[in-house]
T-cell receptor, first 111, second 117 residues
Framework: LAKTTQPISMDSYEGQEVNITCSHN???????ITWYQQFPSQGPRFIIQ???TKVTNEVASLFIPADRKSSTLSLPRVSLSDTAVYYC????????????FGKGTRLHILP | SQTIHQWPATLVQPVGSPLSLECTVE??????LYWYRQAAGRGLQLLFY??????ISSEVPQNLSASRPQDRQFILSSKKLLLSDSGFYLCAWSSTGRSAVSYNEQFFGPGTRLTVL
């Protein structure tokens, strides 16, 4: 499984766009990039997944450069309720049945 | 729709006592099942995962064990709890339907907060 590196914590203000970057230099050809969000005392929940270029859904956008060695989760116009831990995962569930969560990025939104 | 249940929600146990946490999934068949532990302020640690009844893979050697007696039931146990077993225990499931390229989303239960005193 490819190792990921992301900032331990970030602060931002309500209404701003937040970008969280994840490095995954050893990503394999079949690996997908997935982001999860975890609120305190809850289990993580899936936000977005992508393989290359750009993916957008109602919650976030995911930007993946051509070399796929990094990815950026973009949260538009954050609110206080976006305060959470965000995990970047890279893997191929057809090679491994398990998912390895790192420490994630603790995002703190300020009023 | 699929749902995942965990109980109890909170548990306070003395050191040396046994443990049994249960997780059940509804609305899907033959899911992959997972047990994670999260210590306070830390990331998620994968403890066990199962791809089928009676098939358990252990990720971390410890005094915990897991069993899958039925397709959609996953149990985490211990014969004697340690202080270091305190934490937030999460059960999760994912589909085993596999396409050529995809990464199965994991769905997490509400968790059990275990405090060992």
């Amino acid at each position: 499984l490819a190792k990921t590196t992301q900032p331990i914590s970030m602060d931002s203000y309500e209404g701003q766009e937040v970008n969280i970057t994840c490095s995954h230099n050893n990503i394999a050809t079949n690996d997908y990039i997935t982001w999860y969000q975890q609120f305190p005392s809850q289990g993580p929940r899936f936000i977005i997944q992508g393989y290359k270029t750009k993916v957008t859904n109602e919650v976030a956008s995911l930007f993946i450069p051509a070399d796929r060695k990094s990815s950026t989760l973009s949260l538009p116009r954050v609110s206080l309720s976006d305060t959470a831990v965000y995990y970047c995962l890279v893997g191929d569930s057809w090679r491994d049945d398990k998912i390895i969560f790192g420490k994630g990025t603790r995002l703190h939104i300020l009023p | 729709s699929q749902t995942i249940h965990q109980w109890p929600a909170t548990l306070v146990q003395p050191v040396g006592s046994p443990l049994s946490l249960e997780c059940t999934v509804e609305g899907t068949s033959n899911p992959n099942l997972y047990w994670y532990r999260q210590a306070a302020g830390r990331g998620l640690q994968l403890l066990f995962y199962s791809v089928g009844i009676g098939q358990i893979s252990s990720e971390v050697p410890q005094n915990l064990s897991a069993s899958r007696p039925q397709d959609r039931q996953f149990i985490l146990s211990s014969k004697k709890l340690l202080l270091s077993d305190s934490g937030f225990y999460l059960c999760a499931w994912s589909s085993t339907g596999r396409s050529a390229v995809s990464y199965n989303e994991q769905f997490f239960g509400p968790g059990t907060r275990l405090t060992v005193l």
